[in-house]
């Protein structure tokens, strides 16, 4: 390895940026501020500004999907992840995310889509009233909030690092920036920037890993250096080995069983098919073909874009595993730290525009779902029902304002975790599980009642909340309960699902249930399979456009609605065979 690459590996993170960097961001920037101008040029209404009008093309909302998933937690969190428990971190892209995005898009936006509701707290109003869809939007709301101080905290470090400024400084010049733009051109700013967002961190992301191969020495120069790191097993390159119930080697500290059902039913199903932040991308889009493709084309990037992220992660556990033992760096810094090693002027102005545009991505995906679910779900249905649309609109861009403020204040939360995506995890155990769990009993058992719903999501809040406590407390005593924080993720969230679903049933069995009449199209059972007849959708649509199709027009829609469903299913399969070929290359 060079000499100078070495120097830079001991000091501290000081990206020396030339002018053509600062050029290159500073154009980037102005892109993105008259994106969001020309957006909001063209809002007339709350929904243009929430929902995108419901106008826009598969392939744009599918690459907004995953640019939203791009954030920072995607980018320092799980590089963060691959520096820690490497290749182990595959899971998060395979069997924590293509399956349920597959069903997302197959099963689940029909559903959606076909109901038309805003937003997944309103689908839950709609299933079981007003209770469990007020508790749904506050800790809904709660969560995106946390989650976008994640990538501010992201940002700052950049900026820190950029330009020397104090912490405080970097994260609130971070939040001007994605107000001025989300602000401006509500979620089709959003969405637009993120495709140009995504390109943007594609280009940041292949140097890096291209040019830190090459200095360590390929892929079998990194196998060696790996064994020759202290702390680093084995295991380090693979994915499933070591992962035998009762002999647990690999290090996430979990078996296969707890990887398949904590990861890759619980939280992955609990995160891509009720979390709005993503499901958001999906409901702008501009029909129920295009909502349902909106996932299954963001399978492909995600297939790929993780070895982007993890083989940089691996490369820093292996070049800068002393000051991460002696906590000159933390994970969360592994990324910007081998920019600051490995790329030139000009590549690197490139990769430090490519990270803030992913941090961004990430941000405002959360502030517009966060509006987004704040006006629709809390303002129009609780706090000042009835009002004008006028009064919505104006309204979503105030609250837009209010949540960046806030998404400040967590962002010092999520610094003081040494890795974000444990502290991400620990967030999905606390939001998403519980929310899946009753949002998929009340999809496949008409029976389960609206107090049955409130109650096991409250107490499969709460569960997981006070094991989260009894964990940190082991930990302080030297004895944890969990064998590493990544896997007390996973066992969290499964006891969330486990008590939610309980809770819900018992409740249920002594509760009155809603009528039929009023869940209608909501429920398996109650004629919520009419979203998969093609006539019947189609009439649906023809419906919202106010048209009226003839026999033959009709004819005509329901064959290509069933053509481009057989084509929606074969992109979903050919996703999960790409994922197991990956499984089988590095098992």
């Given at each position: 390895m060079p000499t100078t690459v070495l120097a830079a590996a001991d000091s501290g993170i000081k990206l020396n940026l030339q002018p053509i960097d600062y050029a290159i961001l500073v154009f980037y920037f102005v892109v993105v501020i008259a994106i969001g101008w020309i957006s909001g040029r063209r809002m007339k209404s709350s929904t243009d500004f929430l929902l995108a009008g419901r106008s826009m093309p598969a392939w744009i909302t599918g690459i907004a999907f995953m640019a939203a998933n791009l954030g920072a937690t995607e980018i320092f969190g799980m590089a963060a992840n691959g520096a820690q428990i490497g290749m182990s971190t595959l899971h998060y892209y395979i069997i924590g995310a293509i399956p349920a995005m597959v069903f997302l898009g197959i099963f689940m936006m029909p559903f959606y889509y076909g109901s038309?509701?805003?937003?997944?707290?309103?689908?839950m109003y709609r299933r079981f009233g007003k209770s469990a869809h007020l508790v749904c939007s506050l800790c809904f709301a709660t969560s995106t909030l946390l989650i976008s101080g994640i990538n501010l905290y992201a940002m700052a470090i950049i900026i820190e690092a950029?330009?020397?400024w104090s912490q405080i400084s970097a994260i609130i010049f971070s939040g001007?920036?994605?107000?001025?733009?989300?602000?401006?051109g509500g979620l089709k700013s959003a969405v637009y920037n993120e495709v140009m967002q995504f390109f943007v961190i594609l280009a940041a992301l292949i140097p890096l890993t291209v040019v830190g191969l090459r200095n360590i020495g390929g892929w079998e120069g990194l196998k060696t250096s790996l064994a020759a790191t202290p702390g680093i097993g084995d295991l380090h390159l693979s994915t499933w080995q070591g992962t035998g119930i009762g002999n647990v080697t690999n290090p996430m500290g979990a078996d296969w069983f707890t990887i398949v059902m904590g990861l890759g039913f619980v939280i992955s199903f609990?995160?891509?098919t009720t979390n709005f932040t993503e499901v958001q991308r999906a409901f702008s889009a501009k029909d129920m073909t295009a909502a349902r493709r909106t996932p299954i084309y963001a399978c492909f990037p995600k297939l790929f874009v993780g070895f982007l992220v993890i083989i940089p992660g691996c490369i820093a556990a292996a070049v800068l595993s002393k000051q991460f033992a002696s906590g000159a760096l933390t994970y969360n810094e592994s990324i910007p730290k081998l920019i600051q090693m490995y790329l030139p002027s000009g590549v690197l102005g490139i990769a430090v525009t490519g990270l803030m545009a992913s941090f961004m991505a990430g941000m405002a995906a959360n502030v517009s779902s966060f509006n987004t679910v704040f006006t629709y779900d809390l303002l129009q249905d609780?706090?000042?029902?009835?009002?004008?649309?006028?009064?919505y609109f104006k309204a979503g861009r105030i609250i837009?304002?209010?949540g960046v403020l806030i998404s400040v204040g967590t962002a010092f939360v999520a610094s003081q975790f040494g890795n974000i995506m444990t502290y991400m995890q620990v967030l999905f155990g606390f939001f998403n599980s519980p929310l899946f769990a009753v949002f998929i009993l009340?999809?496949?058992?008409k029976?389960?009642?609206p107090a049955g719903a409130t109650a096991g999501y409250v107490v499969g809040i709460i569960a997981p909340f006070c094991v989260y406590l009894w964990y940190l407390k082991s930990v302080a005593d030297g004895n944890p309960i969990f064998p590493t924080a990544t896997s007390g993720t996973l066992y969290q969230a499964e006891i969330s699902l486990a008590s939610a679903m309980v809770v819900a049933i018992v409740v249920s069995l002594v509760t009155k249930p809603k009528p039929d009449s009023e869940i209608e199209g909501l429920t398996f059972a109650t004629g919520g399979m009419k979203y998969f007849r093609y006539d019947i959708m189609e009439d649906a649509e023809a419906h919202d456009k106010g048209q009226v199709l003839d026999k033959a027009a009709r004819t005509a829609a329901v064959q290509k609605e069933r053509k481009d469903n057989h084509v929606t299913i074969f992109l979903g399969i050919l996703a999960l065979v790409i994922s197991v070929i990956q499984y089988a290359i590095f098992f």
């Open positions: 038309g509701v805003r937003s997944v707290p309103e689908f950029m330009l020397g001007v920036i994605v107000l001025v733009y989300t602000y401006l609990g995160y891509w609780y706090i000042k029902p009835g009002k004008p649309d006028s009064y837009t304002i209010v009340g999809l496949f058992f029976r389960i009642t």
